[in-house]
């Protein structure tokens, strides 16, 4: 008897804890809901365990961030658009369960020591940085996260520095390094990647010089190069990317002759030539491309008719066509 009167405190404290535990998720339900958030349950776990935060383009502040650390299943975080700052930072560190982090936008207060606590996320998979002050040497801060899959990089104060540092975090699959001062000694560095499958190179510097760097990608399956300065020499690299089902050319500076090059690729199933010098000359340079599902060649120089005899040889691809330039 003695015995059980001892334990009873024991046992009334563990089943105490899953009432403290719903009580910690009753006040981050309400902190999100107060910034029109959204949060989203796993349904099929036991107790139905909070996983992603979404606090993006709200007025949350980095303290009100102390109470996440109580959501020990939380694996996914938006505070994009937000002002949290270093001291923000410093309160997702403490997230060590986070796989995605989205950041986009958030510019306040943020500078390079509070980037560095990002390095104790060691299970991060996903990181958005897009449209943030982030330089060349923060990336070294993330080159310790063996994890990393996916980093979007858009209007960040990057370029070729940075993309070198990338290269040293071998699982990267996604790099969206589009509108910053990428140069061909980047991407090349980015071809360097031995798991690179998607790659946004769009509105850099990149040339055909560049482009010949990424013929080492074994694994690269789409790339956006809009609004570079590739050209037909580049397109003859490209044409040694075998495994490219995406391809993004829009605002190039491709010709005909780029095309001929293009038809040698054999899983390609998505192509944008918008905006490029092809003319009805070239088109039945596609003539053969029986893989491809979705053609978009708007604003060109290629006529209704060109396309109408496309369409015929391609009786499965979708065509986007729209004749004359803006």
């Not at 107060?34 to 349904?43: A, L, M, N, Q």
């Not at 990338?166 to 390094?177: A, C, F, K, N, Q």
Request: hydrophobic share 40%; net charge positive.
């Amino acid at each position: 008897m003695p015995r059980t009167v001892k334990r009873l405190p024991f046992l009334l404290l563990l089943a105490a804890v899953p009432n403290l535990a719903r009580a910690d998720e009753a006040k981050v339900v309400e902190l999100v809901q107060s910034h029109k958030g959204k949060i989203t349950r796993d349904d099929k776990a036991e107790g139905k365990p909070i996983v992603k935060v979404d606090v993006s383009a709200s007025e949350v502040t980095a303290d009100e961030l102390k109470h996440l650390a109580e959501l020990k299943s939380l694996h996914s975080l938006n505070v994009g658009g937000t002002r949290i700052g270093d001291e923000g930072l410093k309160q997702i560190a403490t997230l060590t369960t986070l796989r995605t982090l989205r950041m986009g936008g958030t510019q306040m207060g943020v500078t390079a020591e509070g980037f560095k606590e990002l390095a104790k996320l060691t299970e991060l998979e996903t990181l958005g940085v897009d449209n943030m002050n982030v330089r060349n040497a923060w990336l070294k801060d993330l080159t310790g996260l063996k994890k990393l899959k996916a980093i979007y990089l858009e209007r960040a104060l990057v370029g070729d520095e940075g993309a070198k540092t990338l290269r040293d975090i071998p699982s990267l699959e996604t790099v969206l390094i589009q509108k910053t001062s990428l140069g061909d000694a980047g991407l090349k560095a980015l071809g360097e990647l031995p798991n690179l499958k998607y790659l946004d190179a769009s509105v850099t510097k990149v040339t055909d010089a560049g482009v010949e760097g990424l013929t080492g990608a074994k694994k690269l399956e789409a790339l956006d190069l809009y609004d570079t300065k590739v050209s037909d020499a580049g397109a003859e690299h490209l044409a040694k990317i075998e495994t490219l089902t995406y391809l993004n050319l829009d605002y190039t500076q491709l010709t005909d002759a780029g095309l001929k090059r293009l038809k040698r690729l054999p899983k390609l199933r998505r192509l944008h030539l918008g905006n490029t010098n092809v003319t009805d000359a070239g088109i039945p340079e596609l003539y053969g491309m029986t893989t491809l599902q979705t053609l978009s060649i708007m604003s060109s120089d290629a006529t209704p008719k060109a396309i109408a005899a496309l369409q015929e040889k391609l009786p499965d691809c979708r065509i986007y066509h729209r004749e004359g330039r803006p």
